[in-house]
């Protein structure tokens, strides 16, 4: 209840200030899902186009609102929610900072160190024949307690053992790759997702406000969304006068008489591509400024 006094309220304020005339031009005012089109010179662009459509389309037409700035304030998003029952957009789409920084480069791993091999064993030492007479001797004593036979053995003119075979450096287990970074988000997922529940919407395809007189070159999304729901009625439009109402920059608006042209509907041509369109779209708005 408080949001529909609210809106008459705020109804009453906009038609006082302003007029909020409507002129059908080139279609008469019909309860069919559309997509309104327009030009954007200021923030109460919005509230105008709201104001200048009859109750009964004011119940199913939802206009865009950026969140950066009719949500910054929990007046304006009360506002914006519950009265204008608007979409919120996001200008830009933004991508998480963790994803945005650059990781270091890895460190390039130091080389294995080289295979120890073993110390060849030392040669025995050549022992030259004596030309005395050979004597009788006694029979030796032989140590065969391990140490001496170790150290005979280690006497014997072998040859040296083969080398060790290289130690491999221990694996290293690879490290997990880093999450990819999160999509950014898609700002015409409102918009399309309230095409699809039925609702039509007022949308401003310059993006952002204008303050030269003419329409800036138009973006993107009025052509994806022509393209994926064709069976909406798209419609121009021509908000005059209301950038000094509230000019860019302002907060107090100046009363002044403004109006609201709409044209005649679009839709996109077998084979058209999205910069014809798109031209042909700014062209049919710029056009309703002189009727």
Not at 214 to 232: C, D, H, I, N
Request: proline share 15%; aromatic share 6%; glycine share 4%.
């Amino acid at each position: 209840m408080l949001a529909k006094l609210t809106g008459w309220l705020l109804l009453g304020i906009v038609r006082l200030l302003t007029g909020a005339q409507a002129r059908w031009y080139g279609c008469p005012p019909k309860a069919e899902q559309r997509i309104y089109f327009a030009n954007h010179q200021s923030h109460a662009d919005l509230v105008m186009i709201w104001a200048a459509l009859p109750e009964e389309l004011r119940t199913i037409t939802r206009p865009i609102a950026a969140r950066d700035y009719w949500a910054n304030t929990p007046f304006k998003r009360w506002i914006t929610t519950e009265v204008f029952n608007a979409v919120y957009v996001e200008r830009a789409a933004t991508v998480p900072a963790a994803a945005a920084q650059p990781t270091a480069p890895a460190e390039p791993e130091a080389p294995p160190p080289p295979p120890v091999r073993a110390a060849a064993a030392p040669q025995a030492e050549r022992i030259e024949p004596s030309m005395e007479p050979l004597l009788p001797m006694a029979p030796p004593i032989v140590d065969v307690t391990p140490e001496a036979f170790d150290e005979v053995q280690g006497r014997l003119d072998l040859p040296a053992p083969p080398p060790l075979p290289p130690v491999a450096p221990p694996a290293m287990e690879p490290e997990p790759p880093s999450p990819a970074a999160a999509p950014a988000s898609d700002p015409l997922a409102p918009l399309v997702e309230a095409l699809r529940s039925g609702d039509s919407i007022i949308i401003f395809p310059e993006g952002t406000r204008g303050h030269t007189g003419e329409p800036q070159k138009f973006k993107s999304g009025l052509y994806t969304l022509a393209t994926m729901f064709p069976e909406v009625v798209l419609v121009p439009a021509w908000i005059d006068n209301v950038q000094r109402v509230m000019p860019k920059g302002e907060i107090v608006p100046v009363p002044i008489l403004c109006s609201v042209t709409f044209g005649a509907p679009l839709r996109v041509e077998e084979g058209e591509e999205r910069r014809p369109f798109l031209d042909r779209a700014r062209a049919a708005v710029i056009a309703l400024r002189d009727v």
